[in-house]
């Protein structure tokens, strides 16, 4: 929920043990240097027993979802490649061993199960991820990279001046190289 100063807002049930969209956030502030586009700044992070409660800054601009219909084919074009420029900066700079948040903290992508027609579940095991990336034509000899882990439309923020913002950083994680793709694939 986005409130009137343009804070946004979340209560996120705890289903799960995983990563919290507050340790990754704090994790790219940490690292915002490294980073060509915006992303929100945490402003109160609160956890009880069965929630958590995040509230984080605005990124300044209107959601790509909003605008895109209304934009000139070259402008969506370079749109378009910048936006491959972002999610590639992550997955190029940091990677890992494992498929985790940044906190090696298990990585809640029931969607890599979804895709290729297997029960979604909390943590993919080593031989549903095998065989999500059989499937999906990922590369076994890479790493598992940084990516957001769910870009779309209302994912990604533009600005007035042409600079580029991404939000709602709550499935970001190590995930196996070429994953940026897949939720597009399934979508």
């Not at 586009?37 to 959601?63: C, K, M, W």
């Not at 923020?157 to 950083?169: A, K, P, R, T």
Request: with cysteine.
């Amino acid at each position: 929920m986005t409130t009137a100063s343009g804070t946004r807002t979340g209560r996120r049930p705890i289903r799960c043990l995983r990563q919290s969209p507050y340790v990754t956030l704090a994790w790219l502030a940490d690292r915002r240097d490294r980073l060509s586009s915006a992303i929100p700044n945490v402003i109160h992070f609160q956890r009880e027993e069965d929630a958590e409660y995040l509230i984080t800054s605005s990124v300044p601009g209107a959601l790509l979802k909003d605008v895109w219909r209304g934009m000139p084919e070259d402008e969506r074009r370079h749109l378009a490649g910048r936006i491959i420029e972002i999610c590639e900066e992550p997955a190029s700079t940091w990677a890992s061993n494992a498929m985790s948040g940044v906190d090696g903290w298990r990585l809640f992508e029931n969607w890599l199960n979804f895709c290729v027609g297997l029960p979604r579940t909390c943590e993919p095991d080593e031989d549903n991820i095998q065989n999500i990336r059989e499937r999906l034509g990922m590369d076994y000899s890479k790493p598992f990279v940084f990516a957001h882990g769910g870009i779309g439309g209302g994912e990604v923020v533009i600005d007035s001046d042409g600079s580029i913002g991404l939000i709602n950083w709550a499935n970001a994680g190590y995930c196996p190289w070429g994953w940026a793709r897949t939720k597009f694939a399934c979508s």
